[in-house]
């Protein structure tokens, strides 16, 4: 069995800012994943600005932040998953999935039904994801982990 080091030190300045990265929007998205998990009625009280018109909306609407609080959670528990293991390409190819998974469709939709002004509040979480993506896309596996025997 091999020992897995710690991937915030590695030696190649690169993939220790894709590391890095990958952390800083793991904690922001499990964050607000489990903020909207724990309060889903704030799906309904405003968070987009529209006031429901009946109970099955405020019902779908927590519904549907729920569903969306999984979404937020499961992304970066498989990314960090994959940087656990030093797969830096796997790592890259899931940040580009995060990124256009839920910054960016959270935009449209936020741009859509709030107005163009929200789309700013996802530009934190969208940066650092980005810049995993960058840094560790394309990386090759750390050849120091060996095989399986």
Not at 79 to 97: P, S
Request: glycine share 8%; aromatic share 10%.
């Amino acid at each position: 069995m091999t020992s897995i080091s710690n991937p915030f030190r590695h030696p190649s300045r690169r993939i220790r800012i894709g590391v890095w990265a990958n952390a800083v929007s793991a904690l922001m998205l499990i964050g607000i994943g489990a903020f909207w998990l724990a309060s889903p009625r704030a799906a309904s009280a405003g968070a987009f600005g529209i006031e429901p018109d009946s109970e099955a909306a405020v019902a779908y609407a927590q519904l549907t932040a729920i569903f969306k609080a999984i979404g937020d959670i499961i992304a970066p528990l498989f990314a960090l998953v994959a940087l656990r293991f030093r797969q830096w390409h796997l790592t890259g190819v899931l940040n580009l999935l995060t990124l256009l998974l839920l910054p960016v469709v959270d935009m449209v939709v936020w741009g859509t039904f709030a107005g163009p002004s929200h789309i700013l509040m996802h530009a934190p979480f969208a940066l650092p994801i980005s810049v995993g993506a960058y840094c560790l896309y394309g990386q090759p596996a750390d050849p120091s982990l060996g095989t399986a025997s």
